[in-house]
């Protein structure tokens, strides 16, 4: 069991999700997190982070790119152990889920 110590040094969901906005979808320009693909975050007791995450289509061939990218981008922070990404289909990914931001850049209506 983590020390109180220990546990300090964890990084937070908010620290993992503001480090995957580094993670861009190749194609669209855009951050997996403006992206809406990011569906939870979650960080053990022993430092392993669990993400459950989508891509905008099941076929999509980017997701070992992305696997690579975000695991690239969160070695950068301490206290982490280990990397698991739930890929989950439901609900499915729509533009809705994207942030404002995003779906303007992208041409969607805000």
């Known amino acids: 069991m983590a ?9 937070t969901p908010d620290q993992i999700e503001s480090a995957l906005e580094g993670v861009l979808d190749p194609e669209l320009g855009v951050n997996i997190v403006a992206l809406g693909l990011i569906y939870g975050i979650e960080v053990s007791p022993e430092g392993i982070v669990q993400l459950r995450m989508t891509m ?10 992305l696997a690579r990218q975000i695991a690239m981008q969160l070695s950068r922070i301490g206290g982490i152990t280990g990397l698991r990404i739930e890929w ?14 995003a779906r303007q850049q992208l041409g969607f209506p805000a």
């Open 56 to 65: 905008t289509t099941p076929a999509c061939p980017l997701r070992t790119y």
């Open 88 to 101: 989950v289909w439901d609900p499915p990914w729509t533009p809705e889920k994207m942030r404002p931001t």
């Open 3 to 11: 020390s109180d110590n220990e546990a300090n040094l964890l990084p």
